[in-house]
């Protein structure tokens, strides 16, 4: 049977079975890890294929893991190049951001959209708390989320609060697996709660289970909202997960620098002071955002864990 991993707890796994079942499953004997720089060789998000467990009527063993389509990585500070995937499969990554209480820096948000750009997942700004808002407020903020959709990064805006905001990110969601993610005190909790009522009784379910002997870190876990419908909720951490950007990647995961690539006079331009830099001239004409700007001389000078 074919099915995905919904939750890791150490040395077991929760899968859900291609009958909309959970199974409780564990590696098969002999797993290797192909990579030797991860540290984990299944994560959430996983298409896996099981076996029954001979030995154990109750247990389910994961036989193969097919192919992942993306996924993301925390990589570990003191490693360089080792890390730990935090989960694959991912058609859509969601930023929560709030303007107020506490208020989401614009930083903050380009380096998820870059990380998201790195891992090759499609990103959103989700604007919540917009019932906290002026009109003119809110005027304000859509102004400045249109920067980005004409990037390419959907963009909405709800309020938590609001059941009507709830139904219609229901519909975006709809069809997809999505990466629900954001700093603290931006309301995440909130909207996985109201897309997921059960989502808070089924975690202590799970950590009833796992108490039988198992150490448990979660990194991630997968619910359903409907059918075909999914988010992953990362508790605990507050980005994407830094991918290891070599600083001359790093414009090609800013689509407006990206399409100017190969038009500076030098090759090995890092567009902050060469002479006919083609980016410097588009940040001087207005077409590339101040903010923007900003965001990737800081990510480029290493200060990206600044707030
Ligand atoms: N006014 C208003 N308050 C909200 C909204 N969404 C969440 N809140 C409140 O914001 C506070 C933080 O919400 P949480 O859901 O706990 O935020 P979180 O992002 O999960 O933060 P952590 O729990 O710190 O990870 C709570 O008091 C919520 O009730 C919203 O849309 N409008
Ligand atoms: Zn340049």
């Not at 080792?82 to 107020?100: F, K, P, R």
């Not at 709660?193 to 039988?212: R, Y």
Request: hydrophobic residues 35%; contains cysteine; charged residues 25%.
């Amino acid at each position: 049977m074919q099915g995905t991993v919904t939750k890791s707890m150490g040395l077991w796994y929760l899968v859900e079975g291609a009958d909309g079942e959970s199974y409780n499953c564990r590696l098969k004997g002999k797993f290797k890890l192909e990579n030797k720089k991860i540290s984990n060789p299944v994560a959430v998000g996983d298409k896996v294929t099981l076996l029954e467990d001979e030995g154990n009527a109750e247990a389910w063993i994961i036989s193969e893991i097919l192919p992942r389509e993306n996924y993301i990585i925390r990589t570990s500070p003191k490693k360089k190049g080792h890390g730990h995937i935090i989960a694959s499969n991912i058609d859509l990554a969601i930023v929560i951001a709030t303007v107020a209480n506490p208020r989401t820096s614009l930083g903050f948000i380009d380096r998820f959209l870059v990380t998201a750009e790195a891992f090759r997942i499609p990103a959103m700004i989700l604007c919540n708390k917009i019932d906290l808002l002026s009109a003119e407020e809110l005027a304000g903020l859509k102004e400045k989320m249109k920067e980005y959709e004409v990037l390419g990064y959907q963009t909405g805006f709800i309020s938590a609060l609001n059941p009507k905001d709830i139904a219609a990110l229901k519909e975006i969601l709809h069809n997809q697996t999505t990466l629900i993610s954001g700093h603290s005190g931006v309301g995440k909790s909130t909207v996985v709660n109201q897309l997921i009522p059960e989502a808070e009784q089924k975690t202590s379910e799970i950590s009833d289970f796992s108490e039988k002997g198992t150490h448990t870190t979660t990194f991630a876990e997968r619910f359903k909202v409907a059918e075909n419908s999914y988010i992953i909720d990362t508790p605990g951490i507050k980005e994407l997960g830094l991918a290891e950007i070599e600083k001359d990647e790093l414009s090609h995961y800013f689509p407006e620098l990206r399409q100017l690539l190969g038009q500076c006079k030098f090759n090995n331009c890092t567009h902050t002071h060469e002479p006919g830099c083609a980016i410097a001239a588009a940040y001087e004409a207005g077409e590339i955002s101040q903010s923007r700007y900003d965001s990737y001389l800081s990510m480029l000078m290493g200060d990206d864990n600044r707030r």
